[in-house]
């Protein structure tokens, strides 16, 4: 969006009127509405995809000496997380020495604790949030006050009075030091703020010893800073609040600080805001009176500053360097590193036109791949914006061209898109913060998870194919597809990462960082091989690969380590050749790199016809090679080495708004532990929700989406689970169901209107109105709110049992995974896994039906209330039969069932119910087809005009 500044120091208001285009739901496209223009559903080019997501995401565009900060900045962040990945906290850098004789190479080993592991993330992502996200475009209360402050001195005082023009220079300074309307250049301000992020990293490498000492004695007993920096003493020595705290107190505040203003840079001011009030609890709330009915739970023991900073910064156990952050270090940046990488490899368009490849032909075949394309790009991206533009670009306009409304279109998209965070094997941050919450193996939240994402795309799926039956949508052209086996034989590598990743993970049960580098490691190598492969390299490749395996074998069986190690004399007795292969084997990834790097480097101007890298490797070669004047674009070593750093970059830039989130959100459960209210508020929401736990899932359902509006579903996981994760265990829900559960509302919220993320970027691809876009999004996407209930009252869903013993276990141990043992016992799996399992995908159907009021032809209102009350006997009756008996115990009736078959008997009723209704819809759409053909009329038009009867 292009701003303009006025002369008064303000910024016009785009919405004031003059040339401005149209509103985005102007087009109003779609049957029975009017013509859009002729452009509507063209697709948009790259570029207006990546201006559309940083005006989303209110990113900067910079270029020259800023665009190369950022991007050297970015790659070693992600060297250094890949140091972590693959030594774990103590591993050894290679540097360069100055000797008598000239320069050598020589070992630094670098040992990190914990918190200096979690310091430096969060500074490296705090560094790049202020050189990436401005900290105002003038557009703010404060820019535009500020704005109108020197015209009224004008026009009271007159332009030439002192007053005035000292008014006029306060304005400049404070604009060219803060604002930044055009998002394209980095502030004086930015500059001070990263200075201060780099100081706080610094003080935890060099001064982790004070730090420790400051665990015990507290963080007062620190140096002052006249003592760290001596030169100060002259100036700062007297005054009494530089003496009276810290340098560690003072670092601490200030960190806090820019984490409070890196969250509302990136994620907005309600979220800062949030993060601050419970900042500002843990100081004052002390003074709520324990006394008080139910808010007097919230009363807490009162806390000094310096208690709070120390809790909050110098900790690994909560606060700021807490678990998010951890799992973040440990987890989450290396499989964003890992999505970057294989989007940057061009497997994300090779998914998307996978998708149209099997579904596109299809009726309502666009919309069906799209849904599957937004899967896919799910597990490369696990961002619900970038999936829904970046796959939007291309799904949308056809979708739009076969003949779904835009606002449709646009629903679709961000509906599936939204779902990549729970689909399983990558699915998204929150996911890998229930492995540490929970104490799970990722092997098992994938497991678990697996059915009810399986469940909500099928919905989805559902829904757009009952729309193309109500609107006669059919398939796309044939240009517009690609043959299925010609179109995978040509990529089907890309597939083999993501089995690589299930395999390390699920059978091999590795963890998930051991799992991601290996897998990393082996796309690397992988792409360097398909890079270099050609009919006329292929021999080439095969020989060079073979000669390196061969030296490592020999190298292996005859001195007992690599090449390498050889090298460096470390070797001894050879190895039999089993281990000798075997220990080959562990290292095959990188032979296959080398060999790829070495065909290219022999043959530099290679055409890879295999391999089509994504648009912004080959448009950094191109830019690059203008600079330098150099032909690198055709130079496949060159982009070779350009899609490595790119994709470095690219996973920093992603990761920077998910470091940020879960080093803010970490701040919560920080207060809530530091202060003892965890208890007390599970006491308060048990005695608020009256002992109902369908009161205490609605309220949980509700909280997650109100939350969640406008915020990353990672920060909405972790403020939730701290406050209401306890409460619903307490009342008999499988631990890892009630985290799924807070997780699945999470992400509802970012297609939830008002504030409806996904749906407002889907809208400017589709051109479309937002809230409408949004209002059916959240419409198509009903299922996800409704199988989280399902899942929470019937655990066999997520594939949870009960344990043996769970009477003599605590709350939070009471379940575990089922085993094929539990499904080879039938007495147990048909009617606890099978039964709820099968009522929850025809339960969807039924529930497209109510939505879309479309089965087999039309569906009347009477009929639509029919079919969902099938839909929620058939996947939720325990809400149902909840709500009765809570109804009950209010008048003082108290009810004792069979539990399971009462659960048996109301999915049969939803079952018959829905079979009937089915069967009825069908034989009026045969009397409709059979009165289309006796008056010759196209039964498709007999249909289509019952259906807007």
Excluded at 216 to 245: H, I, K, N
Excluded at 533 to 547: I, N
Excluded at 615 to 632: C, H, K, Y
Excluded at 929 to 946: K, L
Aim: proline share 5%; net charge negative; hydrophobic share 50%.
């Amino acid at each position: 969006m292009t701003t303009t500044n006025r002369t008064d120091g303000g910024i016009d208001d785009p919405n004031d009127g003059g040339s401005g285009g149209p509103p985005p739901g102007g087009s109003g496209g779609g049957p029975g509405g009017e013509e859009p223009p002729e452009d509507a559903d063209e697709e948009i080019s790259r570029e207006e995809a990546d201006e559309l997501i940083q005006e989303i995401e209110r990113r900067r565009s910079l270029r020259g000496v800023a665009a190369v900060a950022v991007a050297v900045i970015g790659i070693a962040f992600s060297v250094f997380q890949l140091f972590l990945a693959a030594r774990s906290y103590t591993f050894t850098v290679w540097l360069p020495t100055v000797e008598v004789a000239g320069i050598s190479i020589a070992p630094w080993q670098i040992s990190l604790q914990l918190l200096q592991a979690n310091a430096i993330h969060v500074a490296f992502a705090l560094v790049l949030t202020f050189l990436l996200f401005p900290v105002s475009t003038g557009d703010g209360i404060f820019a535009r006050n500020l704005g109108r402050v020197v015209p009224a001195a004008s026009r009271r005082l007159g332009e030439r009075s002192p007053v005035t023009r000292v008014l006029e220079g306060v304005r400049a300074g404070v604009r060219w030091a803060l604002l930044d309307p055009e998002r394209e250049r980095v502030t004086p301000v930015d500059l001070a703020f990263v200075g201060v992020a780099f100081l706080s990293a610094f003080y935890f490498l060099t001064e982790f010893s004070e730090i420790q000492n400051m665990r015990v004695f507290g963080v007062d007993s620190g140096r002052p800073v006249t003592e760290v920096y001596a030169f100060l003493q002259p100036l700062l020595g007297g005054v009494p609040f530089v003496s009276e705290y810290s340098y560690a107190m003072l670092l601490g505040v200030a960190g806090v600080l820019l984490v409070l203003e890196g969250t509302r840079r990136t994620l907005g001011l309600p979220l800062m805001i949030i993060v601050a009030t419970f900042i500002v609890y843990a100081r004052w709330g002390y003074l709520i009176s324990s006394g008080t009915p139910f808010i007097g739970l919230l009363a807490i023991p009162e806390l000094t500053w310096p208690d709070i900073v120390q809790n909050l910064w110098y900790n690994t156990e909560n606060g700021v360097f807490g678990i998010p952050v951890t799992v973040s270090v440990s987890f989450i940046y290396i499989f964003i590193l890992f999505g970057s990488f294989l989007e940057m490899s061009g497997a994300g368009q090779w998914f998307i036109d996978l998708a149209y490849a099997l579904t596109g032909g299809r009726k309502g075949g666009p919309a069906k791949a799209s849904i599957l394309a937004s899967g896919f790009m799910g597990t490369i991206s696990g961002s619900s914006i970038a999936n829904t533009v970046t796959t939007g670009a291309f799904t949308i306009p056809l979708m739009k061209r076969s003949g779904y409304s835009p606002e449709f279109s646009g629903a679709v998209e961000a509906s599936a898109s939204s779902g990549g965070q729970i689909l399983p094997p990558v699915m998204g941050a929150a996911a890998f913060l229930m492995v540490q919450y929970t104490a799970t193996p990722f092997a098992d939240i994938i497991i678990i998870a697996t059915i009810p994402a399986i469940v909500f795309f099928f919905g989805v799926w559902v829904m757009v194919h009952l729309k193309a039956v109500q609107e006669g949508i059919g398939g796309v052209s044939g240009e517009d597809t690609v043959s299925f086996w010609s179109h995978l034989k040509r990529g089907w590598f890309y597939l083999l990462p993501i089995g690589l990743l299930l395999y390390y993970l699920i059978i091999e049960r590795l963890s998930v960082s051991r799992s991601a580098w290996f897998t990393l490691v082996a796309l690397v190598g992988l792409i360097a091989l398909v890079s270099a492969y050609s009919e006329e390299t292929r021999l080439r490749l095969l020989a060079v690969f073979a000669a390196i395996v061969g030296i490592e074998f020999a190298s292996h069986a005859l001195a007992g380590v690599n090449v390498g190690g050889l090298l460096a004399g470390s070797g001894g007795a050879g190895l039999p050749p089993a281990e000798a292969a075997t220990a080959l084997l562990a290292g095959i990834e990188w032979y296959a790199m080398l060999a790829g790097a070495l065909t290219l480097l022999s043959k530099p101007d290679l055409d890879a016809s295999l391999l089509d890298l994504n648009p912004s490797v080959r448009d950094t070669a191109e830019t690059i090679g203008d600079r330098t004047g150099r032909d690198l674009e055709d130079s496949q070593p060159f982009k070779l080495g350009t899609f490595v750093v790119t994709s470095m970059e690219q996973g920093a830039r992603t990761a920077v708004p998910v470091v940020v989130a879960v080093a803010a959100a970490g701040i919560i459960p920080g207060v809530i532990s530091v202060s003892g209210l965890g208890p007390n508020l599970t006491s308060l929401l048990l005695a608020l929700s009256g002992g109902s736990i369908v009161i205490m899932l609605l309220v949980t359902a509700v909280s997650s989406i109100i939350l969640g509006m406008g915020m990353p579903t990672t920060v909405t996981y972790i403020i939730l689970i701290s406050m209401l994760a306890t409460p619903l265990v307490e009342f008999g829900i499988p631990l890892l169901a009630a985290h799924l559960f807070i997780l699945y509302f999470g992400v509802i919220a970012d297609i939830t209107p008002p504030v409806a993320v996904a749906a407002y970027a889907a809208s400017g691809v589709a051109k479309s109105d937002p809230f409408e876009t949004g209002v059916k999004a959240f419409s198509l996407s009903l299922n996800k709110a409704i199988v989280p209930f399902a899942f929470v009252l019937a655990p066999g869903i997520v594939l949870l049992r009960e344990k043996a013993n769970a009477a003599d276990l605590p709350l939070r141990e009471r379940y575990r995974v089922i085993g094929f043992e539990d499904l080879a016992e039938l007495s147990y799996s048909v009617p606890e896994v099978l039964v709820p399992v099968v009522g929850v995908f025809l339960g969807v159907i039924a529930l497209g039906a109510t939505v879309i009021g479309t089965l087999y032809t039309r569906v009347g209102r009477v009929a639509r209330g029919a079919f969902a009350l099938s839909s929620l006997l058939l996947m939720a009756p325990g809400l149902l039969s909840e709500s009765v008996f809570d109804t009950l115990g209010l008048v003082g009736v108290s009810v004792s069932v069979n539990a399971l078959l009462l659960d048996l008997t109301l999915r049969g009723a939803g079952l018959a119910l829905f079979a009937l209704l089915a069967l009825r819809n069908r034989r009026k759409a045969d009397f409709e087809g059979d009165e289309g053909a006796g008056t010759g009329a196209d039964p498709a038009e007999v249909a289509s005009g019952a259906d807007s009867a």
